[in-house]
Nanobody, 117 residues
Framework: QVQLVESGGGLVQPGGSLRLSCATS????????MGWYRQAPGKQRELVAT???????NYAESVKGRFTISRDNAKNMSFLQMNSLKPEDTAVYYC???????????WGQGTQVTVSS
């Protein structure tokens, strides 16, 4: 029933840009905070950015000033605009939808982002 589907990943050169999209279905979108997480090989999954239903954003220090999270409540989608990409940004990026009340926590399948020359 609940589906989160990421798209927009790929290979990009250092300094380049990429925009990730997350399409959701099966949830009351406006009731959920949306997030982007990433996981590199051999590393723990880490938070990249979150945005509340009201538009309040939080970012990991490593991406502040370079990444922008947004949401379109009319389209039930979230986005991650990534600029000035670095090789250390290489990871699988996951979309997350989370609700505190009622409790809910859903994940997409991930999309690969590779930053390399």
């Amino acid at each position: 029933q609940v589906q989160l589907v990421e798209s927009g990943g790929g290979l990009v050169q250092p300094g380049g840009s990429l925009r990730l999209s997350c399409a959701t279905s099966g949830i009351i979108f406006r009731s959920y905070a949306m997030g982007w997480y990433r996981q590199a090989p051999g590393k723990q999954r880490e938070l990249v950015a979150t945005i509340t239903s009201g538009g309040t954003t939080n970012y990991a220090e490593s991406v502040k000033g370079r990444f922008t999270i947004s949401r379109d409540n009319a389209k039930n989608m979230s986005f991650l605009q990534m600029n000035s990409l670095k090789p250390e940004d290489t990871a699988v990026y996951y979309c997350n939808a989370r609700s505190m009340l009622p409790l809910g926590d859903y994940w997409g399948q991930g999309t690969q982002v590779t930053v390399s020359s």
